[in-house]
């Protein structure tokens, strides 16, 4: 075997999430130049192995995740801690929940324009958008 898939197969044993998701697909990242490209490299030998390994480390992640569903580590039920962002038109602060009642504000208020629109008789293109 060539050192690369050595590595890479090492890898897969002892970092697994650095290669796939539990929905068994392939991360993009640190290993993705050569995973991706395997067969321009890679023995049919070296191939099969990383395929293995691939799989392996999916077990080992669905297993890590099944435990932790069983123990009740999986889902936090701890609230989340509100974000602060900075008004975008004074310098005011406003917590995450703020922010979304500020950002559904606004789009209320562009609905209630296009139906003010509608109400005085104005058409409706294919488009959706009042004229």
Do not use: C
Not at 57 to 63: D, F, H, M, S, V
Not at 96 to 115: F, N, T, V
């Amino acid at each position: 075997m060539s050192i690369a898939s050595d590595i890479i197969l090492e890898r897969l044993k002892s970092n697994p999430e650095e290669f796939v998701k539990l929905d068994g697909d392939i991360i993009h990242g640190t290993w993705s130049p050569l995973i991706n490209n395997v067969s321009s490299w890679a023995t049919k030998e070296e191939i099969k192995a990383i395929e293995e390994g691939m799989i392996e480390a999916r077990r080992t992640l669905a297993n890590e995740i099944a435990m932790k569903i069983l123990s009740g580590e999986y889902y936090t039920t701890e609230p989340l801690e509100p974000l602060a962002y900075q008004h975008p038109y004074n310098s005011s602060t406003l917590t995450s929940s703020q922010k979304m009642s500020e950002i559904q504000l606004r789009r209320m208020m562009e609905i209630q324009k296009e139906y003010d629109k509608l109400q005085q008789g104005a058409t409706i293109t294919l488009t959706g958008k009042a004229k």
